[in-house]
């Protein structure tokens, strides 16, 4: 695990790339450091995964992230899934997936933004699953980050062959950001 204070997301877009996008970010806890660590991590994986999920980033649309402790993920994961204790990812999707093209449709025709939805990420979570899985804070920040976009555009892990599509799409982006397999077994 590391604590380098300006970490490297090499082949990183940003959100210039998707001109579109309202993208707010809330660092609520400070695990993971300051904002200035943090909002280029998120925003390297973020726009990584919508730029190979979609091909419209002119068309309005907003996502939000929140960095939060653990007792907001736990309180979160209870209410919405059952599981009374804090979780590294959770996503709230603003729009149905299977609604989303018609959503970016109507936003391309001059309706409202298509909302992606709201991710939020508990900071403790992740530098302790860094630790026990031997992984850079950052990188496992932004496959989090990344994951939970996947979960947004309607992508899911629930059954073998969902699961396996998922991380794949997940292994791909993370490679073009320099980012090593996270399913890879230590050696």
């Known amino acids: 695990m590391s604590d380098d204070p300006s970490p490297s997301i090499p082949?990183?877009?940003g959100l210039d790339a998707l001109p579109g996008l309202t993208f707010d970010l809330d660092l609520l806890d400070g695990s993971l450091g300051e904002a200035a660590f943090v909002r280029p991590i998120v925003e390297a994986a973020v726009s990584a995964a919508l730029l190979e999920t979609i091909a419209r980033v002119h068309v309005p649309m907003e996502l939000s992230v929140r960095i939060v402790g653990n007792a907001e993920s736990q309180d979160l994961n209870r209410d919405y899934r059952g599981k009374d204790k804090p979780t590294n990812v959770l996503s709230f999707p603003g729009t149905d997936p299977d609604d989303l093209m018609d959503a970016f449709d109507m936003a391309e025709a001059g309706g409202p933004p298509v909302m992606l939805g709201d991710l939020v990420i508990a900071g403790p979570v992740v530098v302790t699953?860094?630790?026990?899985?031997?992984?850079q804070v950052h990188h496992h920040?932004?496959?989090?980050?990344?994951?939970?976009?996947?979960?947004?555009m309607g992508f899911d892990h629930i059954e073998e062959e969902d699961a396996e599509e998922m991380e794949a799409l997940e292994r791909e982006?993370?490679?073009?950001?320099?980012?090593?397999?996270?399913y890879a077994l230590p050696e």
């Open 11 to 13: 082949g990183r877009a």
């Open 129 to 135: 699953e860094a630790g026990e899985q031997n992984k």
């Open 141 to 152: 920040l932004a496959h989090l980050s990344l994951h939970g976009v996947l979960h947004l």
């Open 173 to 182: 982006i993370l490679a073009g950001l320099g980012i090593s397999d996270p």
